[in-house]
């Protein structure tokens, strides 16, 4: 039987490397789109390199960029996949108000790049294609948990971005049949997570304190509230997504929510380092040590000129049409991030 082919861009990136393994697991040829930097930056698919060393190797990467239509092209007209998912973009929502039109370039426009390839090449009845959508989509709605009929009130640069992404993707579905899926992915986090990210700046951070390597932690808003999955069992999520009938979009989340200082808490607790929470004069939060250092303090550079402050997801849809469900809990999730920082330490 033909090995189904896969192009994942965004390949080098968290999700990018749990779809990889996802998918060379599932026996699929998998290409992997890559952009060129000064150092390198494919160490979270190293441990697919023997894969790649091996001449009849189902694991390939290409030089590419989101901004370059070019390679976009040349890429999907060499290996003309069956599916293709979307995972690259300038993905931090804070970096996004530094760098608003690059943003907007990578993740709006490079969505439309890769659906107008399709369309030129004719591969509308070949390839299937997954959209990396976001929760940042539902922004400043309510506190009630968002499902795909919530509308979206974008909160930053990347999400009014990732807006553009989602109703192209829909666009396209619905002007040319394309199988296009919008996966509306709620925070998902693991050991690979990027370092600049808040769980995983949190398990770096502490873990060094505990080890007395480094002194302190600067923080932000402690109370914004994330529903935080595994981006192993949301990565599944996307697969399902683009192995059914008929295409759709799906909200992908645990329907669990904790703030910034929940998860310090939690991941305090995981290495045994005792933290108490103290206030100013200026009611300004901050935590102490058993010895009253000070190791935890919040600082406005972290802060977001408009934050989201709630994010909680309703993944009923998914649970009932791809029969998805999230595995891993916040307690395994933040056991298994801090047993891994140990480990590098
Ligand atoms: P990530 O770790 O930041 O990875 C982003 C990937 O995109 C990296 O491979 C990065 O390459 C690549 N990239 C960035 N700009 C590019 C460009 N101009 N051209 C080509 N590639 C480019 O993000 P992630 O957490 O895996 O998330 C994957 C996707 O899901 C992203 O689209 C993100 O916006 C979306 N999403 C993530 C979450 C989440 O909680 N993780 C939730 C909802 C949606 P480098 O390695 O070279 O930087
Ligand atoms: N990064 C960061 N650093 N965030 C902090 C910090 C800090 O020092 N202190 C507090 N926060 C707060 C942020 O203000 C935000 O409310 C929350 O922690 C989560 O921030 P991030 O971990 O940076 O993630 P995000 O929710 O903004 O965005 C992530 O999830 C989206 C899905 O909802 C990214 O992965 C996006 O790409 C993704 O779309």
């Known amino acids: 039987m033909l090995k189904k082919i896969a192009l994942i861009t965004g390949v080098t990136g968290q999700d990018g490397a749990y779809l990889t393994e996802l998918l060379l697991k599932k026996k699929y040829v998998v290409h992997g789109v890559k952009r060129r930097s000064s150092s390198i930056n494919t160490h979270r698919i190293d441990k697919f390199y023997k894969e790649i060393q091996n001449k009849n190797s189902n694991f ?81 709605i309510s506190k009630k948990p968002s499902n795909e009929k919530t509308p979206f009130y974008p909160r930053s640069p990347y999400g009014v971005a990732k807006m553009y992404a989602h109703w192209i993707t829909v ?78 979009d799906y909200v992908i989340a645990t329907g669990k929510q904790y703030s910034i200082k929940d998860f310090i808490n939690l991941v305090a607790k995981e290495l045994r380092l005792k933290i108490f929470w103290k206030k100013n004069k200026n009611k300004k939060e901050f935590a102490v040590n058993e010895n009253n250092q000070i190791i935890i303090e919040t600082d406005k550079r972290y802060f977001r000129p408009s934050e989201v402050n709630h994010l909680l997801g309703d993944a009923s849809k998914a649970k009932r049409k791809l029969n998805w469900s999230t595995k891993i809990n916040i307690q395994k999730l933040v056991q298994e991030m801090v047993s891994e920082e140990i480990s590098k330490n």
Request: aromatic share 12%; charged share 25%.
């Open 60 to 140: 390939i990467l290409h030089h590419g960029d989101m901004m370059d239509t070019p390679s976009i092209y040349n890429i999907l007209s060499k290996i003309k996949p069956n599916e293709i998912y979307n995972l690259a973009a300038q993905s931090h929502v804070a970096v996004s108000f530094e760098q608003p039109e690059y943003t907007a370039n990578a993740d709006a426009l490079g969505t439309l790049r890769i659906l107008e390839a399709i369309r030129h090449l004719k591969l509308e009845k070949k390839t299937k294609f997954y959209q990396a959508g976001t929760s940042e989509l539902f922004g400043g």
């Open 171 to 248: 666009n396209y579905r619905e002007a040319y049949g394309l199988y296009a899926c919008n996966g509306i992915l709620f925070n998902h986090e693991s050991p690979l997570r990027g370092e600049t990210f808040v769980t995983q700046k949190i398990v770096k951070g502490l873990t060094k304190i505990k080890l007395k390597k480094q002194k302190k932690l600067y923080i932000g808003n402690l109370y914004a509230r994330r529903d935080w999955g595994h981006a192993r069992d949301y990565v599944y999520a996307m697969w399902l997504m683009l192995q059914q009938k008929k295409p759709d």
